[in-house]
């Protein structure tokens, strides 16, 4: 028996929820995209994204739904945890419209175990958990294949889900992202059983798409002419490369790690299904294995190889491996079922070890090395992290001992305890992560260097990530120093890991502080008053 409907929303709640709170934004996606979010909400100006001050030229879907989480939570929670909690609403909603898609195309028995799929898959863990543009688009292509698999029994709901699926895809992670969804369109009009309905459904889906996107088009046209050019030839640029092979075998490489155990679950399944002979060519299987392998070669085709884009890969194999991962044989079955127990409760031991070394300097060899690895970082001992542990703990023990024998048995295991890992990992040991991933300290200490009132700040080689945590954290939005305007200011801020690009421009300039982010041993800062 599938989990039942309470079960399953619970199960996916927590790990939905967990990891999105208590932490500040990480350097990388998540501090650029919580402080874009901090911008339009704190000006006002929705029409346009904007990073510490700059233009930055994204599609605004995802920007807008975090500032309308941060201005609804904001009084409640820490505003960038209120802002993240965006992230959490478009996973939920990808997760809904998997199990429905599920349910569509491989009926009421199989449709729990795509989310559960996608919940368990490695790849998606600490991107789900971050700010994230690209998670919109993962709700799109959930919500892509369940209307083309609605088509025919509902071909109105079909085309509304279709058109909502991309105005959002194209309004939260831009043109190319997009470009499978339409793509798709032909093959779920060649798998409908009445072709003028379906060519009818689609249109529909054209129509809503560009009534939903052509206002913001507009809008930006009329007031913000510039960015529109600009976010068109952002988007447009990458379409414009040639097609990589060497990029198709470097997503292809991802996948292993990054798709487990959708990938394996997905080739089961597709081998299962030639078995049947008669099910190979069914619109289950070729409907998401059409889009994986449309959205593969987009990928190979319009972004270098990295962890984000390949997101995208992961609605389509999870529906995929929907069947396979209640068709394993018994021996398979009892094999991934073991692995899962077993892994997830030594990682479950490790996390414990770790927050003893942190909080309990035991054993003393780990507490020292915890140290070393994030200076100045001092364990505390917090009762309400040890009890929320311990009864985590005891709810997957409890878990292991009665799950009942069922074709959900394993991968119930498996999302489980990835989620208990999750939550166990968030609880106990957070704080030793979050010290040193987040510029909260380098930018305090900038704010604290430059006199009250200080508006002219110029900085040089400054990450996305790093401009992004100023603003958020100490309101200050630097210039470029090429720049005609950085140019005139008295100040400057430079970051590297070499002497030639820590030192002063010229000899007008004084070193006013250096410093760096906790456990970072090679990239520096430092600040400069002419």
Not at 30 to 53: E, V, Y
Not at 72 to 91: E, K
Not at 120 to 136: E, T
């Amino acid at each position: 028996m599938p989990p039942s409907g309470w079960m399953l929303a619970g199960m996916l709640a927590l790990y939905v929820l967990a990891g999105l709170f208590g932490r500040d934004p990480w350097k990388g996606e998540d501090a650029i995209h919580i402080a874009t979010a901090w911008q339009m909400l704190s000006s006002g100006d929705w029409l346009a994204p904007m990073l510490a001050g700059r233009p930055f030229h994204e599609p605004p879907l995802y920007y807008w739904s975090a500032a309308i989480s941060g201005w609804l939570f904001g009084h409640i929670l820490p505003l960038h945890d209120a802002l993240r909690l965006a992230s959490g609403a478009w996973v939920a909603l990808t997760l809904v419209a998997l199990y429905y898609a599920g349910r569509e195309l491989h009926g009421d028995e199989h449709a729990a175990a795509a989310p559960m799929v996608l919940a368990g898959s490695a790849g998606l863990l600490l991107h789900a958990h971050d700010a994230q543009p690209m998670l919109v688009a993962l709700a799109a292509y959930a919500g892509t294949i369940g209307a083309g698999a609605l088509m025919a029994r509902k071909p109105w709901a079909a085309g509304l889900f279709y058109g909502l699926a991309l105005a959002a895809c194209l309004l939260g992670a831009g043109i190319a992202p997009t470009l499978p969804l339409l793509a798709i369109a032909p093959f779920a009009w060649y798998f409908a059983g009445q072709r003028t309905q379906a060519a009818q459904t689609l249109l529909l889906g054209l129509a809503l798409a560009t009534l939903l996107v052509a206002p913001w088009l507009l809008a930006l046209d009329q007031w913000r002419p510039g960015r529109l050019d600009a976010w068109l030839h952002t988007e447009l640029t990458p379409l414009a490369t040639p097609f990589s092979f060497t990029g198709l075998a470097r997503f292809s490489s991802l996948l292993p790690t990054f798709a487990f155990p959708a990938l394996p679950l997905a080739l089961w399944a597709l081998w299962h299904a030639w078995r049947q002979r008669k099910q190979a060519s069914h619109p289950a299987q070729l409907l998401p294995l059409i889009l994986f392998f449309l959205t593969l070669l987009l990928l190979a085709w319009a972004y270098r190889p990295r962890e984000i884009p390949a997101l995208l890969l992961l609605p389509p194999l999870a529906l995929l491996a929907a069947p396979g991962a209640l068709n394993l044989r018994r021996g398979a079955a009892n094999a991934f079922d073991w692995f899962a127990m077993s892994l997830f409760s030594l990682l479950a031991a490790l996390v414990w070890l770790a927050w003893s070394a942190m909080a309990l300097d035991f054993p003393p060899r780990l507490a020292q090395r915890v140290v070393e690895l994030r200076p100045g970082f001092v364990g505390e001992l917090n009762a309400w992290h040890l009890l929320l542990g311990i009864a985590i703990s005891v709810w997957w023990w409890w878990l292991i001992v009665t799950a009942p024998r069922s074709p959900y048995r394993s991968l119930t295991h498996w999302t489980l305890g990835f989620t208990t890992f999750w939550l166990l990992a968030t609880t106990l040991i957070l704080p030793w992560f979050d010290y040193g991933r987040s510029y909260r300290p380098v930018a305090e200490a900038v704010a604290k260097a430059l006199p009250e009132g200080t508006t002219c700040l110029a900085e040089r080689h400054l990450s996305p990530a790093q401009r992004a945590s100023l603003a958020y954290f100490a309101n200050l939005a630097p210039l470029d120093s090429s720049t005609r305007a950085g140019q005139q200011c008295r100040w400057l801020l430079v970051v590297g890991d070499q002497s030639s690009e820590l030192s002063a421009p010229d000899a007008s300039w004084r070193l006013v502080w250096q410093g760096n982010r906790p456990g970072e041993r090679r990239e520096k800062f430092r600040l400069f008053q002419r």
